[in-house]
């Protein structure tokens, strides 16, 4: 007898083994609360950058949703629920935007991209929240004597470095950050999947919405500094399916340098609360 899908139970491919585990969706079906994990070490630098650029990267239900600032950002988690104590690298590049819609009408950065160096967070990112995630190589950073490094490549090609010098706690009165007066209602991202032997045309397209209210996050260290980014420009032959994204990224103008950050949390939340826009 052919199997059923069971009502209420998360399914991906393959789904002929039954409901499968994930962020989501643990043994038994138990959720993961997040609240002592993930511990996570984050390294961002921004910077502001060309308004006609960053609109040229937003899908149309989408406007800029202020000064045209770029956050760059490479995560190290550990210890995760999920993964049963394992942990995977995040790099994501975000500027805020605005969602007008029917019901909805939202700002906040816009993750443009995410890349992960394992497959798991990526499969399920992908598939049940809408997140634009891809794969790269992550090593650990390099922190010590005030300043933090974090490069990504992919099969050895090295395209982003990443580094924030002179760490220091911040000001008990710094000066407001540009950009950083508006309302934050969570990130925003597009998801679209292609539908199959229709090549160029979508199965799905629609913006969801990761709330930023929620979850267990706690920051135990917070260090401000100078950063800046370099991206290496690939050919075809570099990254045969990413040249383009880590060149049009590459292509931003750096008008200005805002600084960069080193910040250690602890908790989080499972997304579960992700929802598409209307």
């Known amino acids: 007898m052919a199997y059923k899908f069971q009502p209420g139970k998360m399914y991906r491919m393959p789904t002929h083994f039954g409901p499968l585990m994930g962020p989501r969706q643990g043994p038994d079906g138990r959720k993961f609360e997040c609240v002592d994990n993930p511990k996570n070490t984050s390294i961002s630098v921004s910077f502001l950058s060309n308004a006609e650029q960053l609109k040229a990267l937003l899908p149309e239900c989408f406007e800029l949703g202020g000064e045209p600032v770029v956050s760059v950002y490479a ?9 049963a104590g394992r942990g995977y690298n ?3 590049v975000s500027f805020p935007a605005v969602f007008k819609g029917a019901k909805d009408h939202v700002r906040g950065p816009f993750l443009s991209v995410l890349w992960e160096n394992l497959c798991d967070p990526i499969i399920t990112g992908r598939e049940e929240l809408g997140f634009s995630k891809i794969y790269c190589e992550m090593p650990e950073p390099r922190i010590t004597n005030g300043e933090a490094q974090a490069v990504a490549g992919w099969l050895g090609f090295n395209f982003l470095d990443i580094s924030v010098t002179n760490l220091r706690p911040p000001s008990e009165n710094p000066t407001p950050a540009k950009g950083g007066g508006a309302r934050v209602d969570g990130t925003l991202h597009y998801k679209y999947m292609p539908r199959t032997g229709v090549w160029g045309k979508e199965d799905i397209a629609y913006p969801v919405i990761t709330p930023a209210k929620g979850g267990h996050r706690k920051v135990e260290e917070h260090l401000v500094g100078d950063g800046c980014i370099a991206w290496n420009r690939a050919r075809w032959e570099d ?5 383009n994204i880590v060149n049009a990224l590459a ?3 750096v008008v200005e340098y805002l600084g960069g950050s080193l910040t250690r949390t602890v ?6 609360d992700q929802r598409i826009l209307y």
Do not use: A, H, V
């Open 239 to 243: 990254l045969p399916t990413m040249y």
């Open 251 to 253: 292509d931003l103008e």
């Open 90 to 92: 995040i790099l994501g």
């Open 75 to 83: 995560n190290y988690m550990k210890e995760i629920e999920w993964l």
């Open 267 to 272: 908790g989080g939340k499972d997304l579960s």
